[in-house]
């Protein structure tokens, strides 16, 4: 299904075109302003102090409001080309997947506001390119909402936007993926029209069950502010390693359809500033961090700067690194270096990097030999490798989990191709600045604008994103880069001698992608071996088996039937010996997901092993212990699982 480009069907809007705010010719601004002042100090100070929305303060500012606030656009704007942004500043609803949290940036878009042809509404519009040139040009244009006009004279229209559309799709940055959310009512606040933009947050209350409260943080810029910022284009940036302009620009249909990817306007220095929340003891490894990239530029055009006073994270005017202790903050991951960027030309306005520290404070209890390095070194060196691996998304680059894999032939120390990737934990600190990758793409992005013969230089690592871990075996995550077999072989030997530590449990989904992407019976051999030693959570090993061969079922179907009947002995052996032994609440969900997705296979290969896992569960009722009656109700869930999946099987 075809999505749609980020709009935030917005119920409010507020634009400037850099002019004079007490003009009326060229300014979109406030109208009358209900919503008292003092109570927009204590709201955003608590917010501030908290670091949360509570619902006593948003109740307490909504009911000092006794009208929404209007807003009045000049007549000479109308039809005008803006481009909208928007962060996400805070999310307090767990429902809203890590994508849309805290912290990450919106899809921005072209719009326009239009005269309704009645005089009697204010449109607002998305314009929609000609082609990817950089050029609006003459293309379609979608509506996102309508305001009703308030009042109008010939300079200026006033239009409330309260009484516009109260549904929002949001689309990230990064994700070809949207959510729909509902506000039952929000108002706006922190308005700030400088520097040729205008930034305002929005305060939404959701109309969901937890009656969730979001804040937006948007902005407008003129564009015609981006004239002269010539587009890089090529064909499908993700899968050469960049990221796109706008994600719904690439049509994985059309490969050969050029896009631009994101970029800074390097002209002029790209300075970061370090909020005053980082703590002290991490600052200088934060700081070489970011300066690692100018090794790519070949000159000082990071630069760096500290913030003594709290900023607002989600402020587009500048480049923020903030560091956060709450872990939640982050989602699923340990930190994020999301962009703002011109959906059309990708020029890039402003980048932010989070860091959620918790989660980087404990890597080295899980992942870490002590007798290789103490906390505190490889604690700087960790934080040092994450900045600049961040500020790489920040500067327009994706992920390359193969990076580890290629290592330069004429310089030892050089250990990976790029530091997009995801390395063991201990060697970050062999990592000491950007890979020759990454400087290959720094060429190509920026200091060729698109040369060909730069691009070639990036084309000669090869790439795995993360749309491919799940399907390609050495495409791997915070583990070592050796072949399947070899680090499989590192992993038993790590069993049988102590010193393997948590992280190193990702190993064994190196093994599993392996079994369910070729014929390989020497791998199911060794997983055998690996499943029988006790230390490995049933619910992990589950996950993994359920997850790779849903990725891969269409490659595995066609395997042979020696090598998939071996994997489905495995399979069968796994539940009956790990997972059926678990608590039921846990052993028989997984039970039934792996026999799920054996089932959907829908050919005799998979039939024959659900028939064998149903003899095997008779048979183990038969003899279960008289008296063990949650062995008995495990193995009788299971058996009634089963009974389900044959008869339906040929259906």
Not at 196 to 217: C, E, G, H, W
Not at 243 to 251: E, G, K, R, T
Not at 294 to 301: E, H, L, Y
Request: net charge neutral; hydrophobic share 40%.
């Amino acid at each position: 299904m075809k999505k749609r480009a980020c709009i935030l069907a917005a119920s409010l809007l507020l634009l400037v075109s850099g002019c004079d705010r007490s003009s009326r010719i060229n300014v979109i601004r406030f109208g009358a302003t209900k919503l008292t002042q003092d109570r927009i100090a204590k709201l955003q100070s608590a917010i501030q102090n908290t670091g949360s929305i509570s619902n006593e303060n948003v109740d307490a500012a909504i009911l000092a409001s006794n009208t929404p606030e209007d807003l009045v656009i000049s007549r000479s704007l109308l039809g005008k080309i803006f481009v909208w942004g928007a962060w996400i500043e805070k999310s307090d609803g767990a429902i809203y997947a890590a994508e849309f949290g805290t912290g990450m940036s919106l899809q921005s878009a072209l719009v326009s506001f239009e005269l309704s042809p009645d005089a009697k509404w204010i449109h607002l519009v998305e314009a929609k390119p000609a082609n990817n040139s950089g050029n609006v040009g003459i293309g379609k244009a979608n509506l996102i909402d309508r305001f009703p006009i308030s009042k109008s004279d010939s300079e200026a229209i006033e239009f409330d936007y309260s009484k516009g559309l109260q549904t929002k799709i949001l689309e990230t940055w990064a994700a070809q993926k949207t959510t729909t959310i509902e506000a039952s009512y929000s108002f706006v606040y922190g308005l700030d029209n400088s520097d040729r933009k205008i930034t305002f947050a929005q305060l939404l209350k959701l109309k969901d069950a937890k009656l969730s409260t979001m804040i937006l943080r948007h902005s407008f810029r003129p564009l015609t502010d981006d004239e002269g910022f010539l587009p890089v284009l090529i064909p499908n940036p993700w899968k050469s390693g960049f990221i796109p302009a706008h994600s719904l620009s690439v049509d994985e249909s059309q490969n050969s359809i050029p896009v631009a990817v994101r970029r800074f306007d390097h002209t002029k220095p790209i300075k970061w500033y370090l909020s005053s929340n980082v703590p002290v003891r991490f600052r200088d490894s934060i700081r070489k961090g970011l300066l690692a990239w100018n090794d790519a530029f070949g000159s000082d055009v990071v630069e760096v700067a500290q913030l003594s006073n709290p900023v607002d994270w989600a402020s587009s005017r500048i480049n923020i690194f903030q560091w956060s202790d709450d872990s939640a903050a982050c989602g699923g991951a340990a930190a994020f270096g999301p962009s703002e960027a011109n959906p059309v030309t990708g020029k890039i306005y402003s980048g932010k990097v989070l860091f959620c520290g918790g989660k980087f404070l404990d890597i080295y209890d899980r992942a870490v030999n002590s007798n290789h390095y103490g906390r505190d070194d490889f604690e700087r060196e960790l934080i040092r490798w994450a900045a600049t691996h961040e500020v790489g998304h920040a500067l327009g680059f994706g992920h390359n989990f193969l990076a580890k894999y290629h290592r330069d032939e004429h310089d030892v120390n050089v250990i990976s191709s790029s530091v997009m990737d995801y390395p063991n934990p201990e060697d970050v600190m062999k990592i000491p600045t950007v890979g020759p990758r990454d400087k290959a793409m720094i060429e190509f992005a920026y200091l060729t604008k698109g040369s060909p013969d730069a691009f070639r230089k990036v084309d000669i690592y090869p790439l795995c994103d993360d749309d491919s871990v799940d399907t390609i075996p050495a495409c791997t995550q915070f583990i070592r880069g050796m072949p399947p077999h070899a680090l499989v072989d590192w992993y038993l030997r790590a069993l049988a001698d102590g010193s393997a530590n948590q992280n190193d449990t990702r190993i064994v989904s190196v093994g599993i992608k392996q079994i369910f992407t070729s014929p390989d019976n020497a791998m199911v051999e060794k997983l055998k071996k690996i499943l029988s030693v006790n230390v490995l959570s049933p619910n992990k090993i589950g996950s993994f088996f359920t997850r790779y061969i849903k990725a891969n079922r269409a490659t595995f179907d066609v395997l042979g039937a020696g090598h998939r009947t071996n994997v489905y002995q495995l399979l069968e052996n796994f539940i009956f010996e790990r997972a059926l032994s678990a608590p039921q609440d846990v052993g028989v969900p997984i039970g039934d997901e792996i026999a799920d997705e054996i089932a959907r296979s829908k050919d005799v290969v998979a039939f024959a092993a659900l028939e064998s896992m149903k003899t095997r569960c008779t048979a183990e009722l038969g003899a279960a212990i008289t008296g063990d009656f949650a062995r008995q109700s495990t193995l009788m869930r299971f058996n009634f699982r089963l009974n389900q999946l044959l008869t339906e099987f040929w259906r």
